[in-house]
């Protein structure tokens, strides 16, 4: 259902990707993780579109190296800080494409949807007429889930769901991303550094460690794992082969 295959991206002098390749079998939910700067994100921004590799390929629900525009119909998208419209109510944030799509909702349709999406997530229908500014950074990460599931799309991006959460929140939101993961047999991609998250979240890990995945296996087998670049990454040691100055 995703597939990269040789993914090379450079921005001037620094290269980012030096020849990802992986490929994410339909239902399966993979967890990249990896250090701050090794390209986690220029890899998301590729696989959507956003960038396109030097040099590679792209494969997503069937398109090949697509555009964001097409793409946007086959994918949901969990931003980091949510990333809500603040000038409008949250029933149009989660329904957001869908009134501006192929789709077509009308107002009153786009509202029956948002609020069983909310429900979904654990919100009322209450939440529906609020503001973002109106609500905790755990019930915007809510919203954020069900503007990402408003079309059941095939494939789901989560860009480190769990930023800026404290634990109990945290660990309603993995447990929400994991149930409607599985509801929709939907094909996913987290990117995160939070290890509750790998262990409850992924069906398979990927470490992105100088440009490439260094490592890639089943979840349980990544937080027990004696290779001592993905140890030293896992249990936050300070001491290891993955410098800490950087």
């Known amino acids: 259902m995703i597939q990269g295959t040789d993914l090379h991206k450079s921005f001037g002098a620094k290269q980012v990707l030096r020849g990802v390749s992986f490929s994410v079998a339909q239902g399966e939910s993979l967890v990249v993780i990896g250090g701050s700067g090794t390209g986690k994100s220029v890899l998301l921004k590729c696989l959507l579109g956003l960038e396109r590799a030097d040099r590679g390929h792209v494969k997503v629900a069937g398109l090949d190296n697509p555009r964001p525009q097409v793409l946007a119909q086959k994918v949901g998208m969990l931003f980091q800080g949510a990333a809500l419209f603040d000038s409008l109510p949250v029933w149009q944030n989660v329904s957001f494409r869908l009134m501006r799509g192929a789709e077509r909702l009308d ?41 990402a599931i408003a079309g059941d799309p095939p494939v789901l991006f989560f860009d480190e769901p769990t930023a800026g959460l404290d634990p109990i929140m945290a660990a309603v939101i993995n447990a929400l991303i994991r149930e409607v993961v599985s509801e929709l047999g939907a094909t996913a991609v987290t990117i995160t550094h939070d290890m509750r998250t790998v262990k409850e979240v992924g069906d398979t890990v990927a470490m992105l460690h100088e440009g490439r995945f260094y490592w890639q296996g089943a979840a349980t087998d990544a ?19 993955i410098p800490t100055l950087r």
Do not use: I, W, Y
């Not at 107002?107 to 009322?124: I, Q």
């Not at 937080?223 to 082969?241: H, I, M, N, W, Y």
């Open 107 to 147: 107002k009153k349709a786009a509202h029956a949807l948002a609020v069983e999406k909310l429900a979904r997530v654990g919100l009322g229908p209450e939440t529906a007429d609020l503001f973002p500014a109106e609500l905790s950074g755990g019930m915007q990460k809510r919203v954020g889930l069900a503007r």
């Open 223 to 241: 937080l027990k794992s004696a290779d001592p670049v993905l140890r030293q990454f896992t249990q936050g040691r300070t001491e290891g082969p």
